[in-house]
T-cell receptor, first 115, second 111 residues
């Protein structure tokens, strides 16, 4: 099946640092990728929809200036957490759809810990 | 944004028993999918059911969908300790739209 990778898998950083997370579709082209955030013992919350070559669409309550999304190619989307703070510590998961299939494939997630 | 509720929030059973989890959603959907997540790990896709389908099977999994009630159920038969995980339903409104997840059910199967 289709594979989505994320890098890095784990990040520990100091408060105020910017952190970039990469999401790649390895064997298919994804015009649309999605970014989710998951706090401990909670469900996945959609943060934004990333479209190749255009601006991302953010969900209500998600700061676009803090969570910068770039979808530079059909196989790569990046999420940059600008000036991360401890409350940004979370599990960030990306996903992509392999059209015309309907299954949404998920990356393994990136665990961010901001000290 | 979150689509709806899973019921129950937590479920503890013995190996060999069946586990039933329910999911309700709020808006019209195109597909409904079920995922499993082991603690601290990524998601594993289990099964997809389309809005015009009522029931689907995959191995020990049985999923039903009632669009009139906006609800779905996931039945795991003859459960195993390895089935211990969190289970989420997720819906989408059509091609290109994001999956919206329910709150999940945490299943614990003891041997």
């Amino acid at each position: 099946g289709a594979v989505v990778s994320q890098h890095p898998s784990r990040v520990i950083c100091k408060s105020g640092t910017s952190v970039k997370i990469e999401c790649r579709s390895l064997d298919f082209q994804a015009t649309t990728m999605f970014w989710y955030r998951q706090f401990p013992k909670q469900s996945l919350m959609l943060m934004a929809t990333s479209n190749e070559g255009s601006k991302a669409t953010y969900e209500q309550g998600v700061e676009k200036d803090k969570f910068l999304i770039n979808h530079a190619s059909l196989t790569l989307s990046t999420l940059t957490v600008a000036s991360a703070h401890p409350e940004d510590s979370s599990f960030y998961i990306c996903s992509a759809r392999d059209y015309p299939q309907e299954t949404q494939y998920f990356g393994p997630g990136t665990r961010l810990l901001v000290l | 944004s979150q689509q709806g509720e899973e019921d129950p929030q937590a479920l503890s059973i013995q190996e060999g028993e069946n586990a039933t989890m329910n999911c309700s959603y709020k808006t019209s959907i195109n597909n409904l999918q079920w995922y499993r997540q082991n603690s601290g790990r990524g998601l594993v896709h289990l099964i997809l059911i389309r809005s015009n389908e009522r029931e689907k099977h995959s191995g020990r999994l049985r999923v039903t969908l009632d669009t009139s009630k906006k609800s779905s159920s996931l039945l795991i038969t003859a459960s195993r300790a390895a089935d211990t995980a969190s289970y989420f339903c997720a819906t989408d409104a059509g091609p290109g739209t994001a999956l919206i997840f329910g709150k999940g059910t945490t299943l614990s199967v003891s041997s």
